[in-house]
């Protein structure tokens, strides 16, 4: 793709999402409660399960690597994947959202959102296959971190989510990133028509309702509580911002052109701002807010 058409097609993404940031109600959903966007979906909830072999595995590389490691070309230390996987399964599992709340990946190619809600793990997961590039030769021969995840969860019965057929290879340079509730499209029509026009979304929750009750129900200090901040937006934002630099990216040479979509409404509590302090050292182009 020559630089001109480069241009042209970065500005026509840009159009498209400030059309929706224009009028949000009549593309997105909110589905507070029962869905949130998180990298490898259900993933981050075995992270400090002393049972997973997902994790016993992850704490083997972290003893070798003085408690440090790059997954999906991002750096976490072992505490940083503690308290990630402490706040996913707080909210999992906490008042309202009691056996409600699924994750759903931050993959834009997934297919059937509303027609998926129950399957938090979906075929050719990025994030999952990041782990297993550190774990996998610690798993049993033949075993994938997505097959044993899917056991691990209990979802073997279900299945894996799928991925639109025709996108074995990303294609985005935008990262959507809701604080409140979850966002997600009221019609499949309007995922395909993004589609057809290489705008569909990462789509990242960091919902600050629940991130300030987690870190007030676990008296998080300070320190803990910018440790905590920083691993969740490292863990769905930075981590969706390379793989849109990635080879597996159809867009890759966009990628300085990265659209952040920030979905301002409802975002009341003053973690957002800090939030959003975060987001923004993740590399971007344009920004645009949904208020």
Request: glycine residues 6%; proline residues 2%.
């Amino acid at each position: 793709m020559d630089q001109e058409n480069q241009s042209d097609l970065a500005h026509s993404i840009q159009s498209i999402w400030q059309e929706i940031a224009d009028q949000p109600d009549g593309w997105l959903m909110d589905l507070e409660g029962q869905l949130a966007y998180v990298a490898g979906g259900a993933l981050p909830l075995v992270f400090g399960r002393e049972e997973s072999k997902i994790w016993q595995s992850l704490v083997l590389e972290f003893s070798k690597n003085q408690k440090k490691l790059v997954i999906a070309g991002v750096e976490f230390d072992q505490i940083d994947l503690e308290l990630i996987g402490e706040f996913y399964r707080y909210i999992k599992s906490t008042g309202k959202l009691v056996n409600r709340k699924t994750f759903h990946c931050i993959d834009e190619r997934l297919a059937d959102e509303l027609g998926s809600l129950d399957l938090q793990v979906h075929e050719h997961c990025g994030a999952c296959q990041a782990v297993h590039q550190v774990v996998g030769h610690s798993l049993p021969e033949g075993t994938t971190v997505e097959d044993c995840l899917l056991s691990e969860v209990e979802e073997k019965y279900l299945g894996k989510q799928k991925i639109y057929s025709g996108m074995p290879e990303h294609c985005s340079i935008v990262i959507l990133i809701d604080f409140q509730g979850v966002d997600t499209f009221a019609r499949e029509d309007g995922r395909v028509l993004l589609r057809d026009h290489g705008a569909l979304p990462f789509q990242v929750s960091l919902p600050v309702k629940e991130i300030h009750e987690f870190i007030k129900s676990h008296q998080l200090d300070s320190d803990k509580q910018d440790q905590l901040l920083k691993a969740l937006v490292n863990w769905n934002v930075q981590i969706a911002r390379n793989i849109i630099g990635g080879e597996h990216n159809r867009l890759r040479e966009l990628a300085d052109q990265t659209i952040m979509v920030f979905d301002l409404r409802q975002a009341d509590y003053l973690l957002a701002d800090k939030l959003i302090r975060q987001v923004k050292l993740v590399a971007h182009g344009e920004e645009i807010f949904i208020r």
